[in-house]
């Protein structure tokens, strides 16, 4: 697979990762999150692979790709969280309650 090609698929993955994130998450731990999903180092041994979902093939990604993967991640990530609005839910006072503790009986 040529390097345009990987990259729209890694680029796809990635929009489609931060449709469904955790807000609660900082942004390292969700980029973790996103490498471990998208492109794992099975072996442990500093090689990322991607996993091709039409030949159900890995594919190794180089790492000026995984570099470009993790910039690109970020970048896109701190513009969703600054489209964000935090909703801060105010108390609302339907009706004041009545104490009968104060009646007498």
């Given at each position: 697979?040529?390097e345009?090609?990987?990259?729209?698929?890694?680029?796809?993955?990635?929009?489609?990762y931060?449709?469904?994130?955790?807000?609660?998450?900082?942004?390292?731990?969700?980029?973790?999150?996103?490498?471990?999903y998208?492109?794992?180092?099975?072996?442990?041994?500093?090689?990322h692979?991607?996993?091709?979902?039409?030949?159900?093939?890995?594919?190794?990604v180089?790492?000026?790709?995984?570099?470009?993967?993790?910039?690109?991640?970020i970048?896109?990530?701190e513009?969703?969280?600054?489209?964000e609005?935090i909703?801060?839910?105010?108390?609302?006072v339907?009706?004041?309650?009545?104490?009968?503790?104060?009646?007498?009986r």
């Amino acid at each position: 697979m040529d390097e345009k090609k990987l990259w729209l698929k890694i680029s796809g993955s990635i929009n489609y990762y931060l449709q469904y994130y955790s807000k609660g998450l900082s942004n390292e731990d969700l980029l973790l999150d996103y490498m471990e999903y998208a492109l794992p180092d099975m072996d442990g041994d500093g090689v990322h692979t991607y996993l091709d979902k039409q030949t159900l093939e890995r594919i190794i990604v180089d790492e000026n790709m995984v570099d470009k993967a993790k910039a690109a991640f970020i970048e896109r990530l701190e513009k969703k969280r600054s489209k964000e609005v935090i909703v801060v839910e105010e108390k609302k006072v339907l009706a004041k309650v009545i104490d009968f503790s104060k009646y007498k009986r």
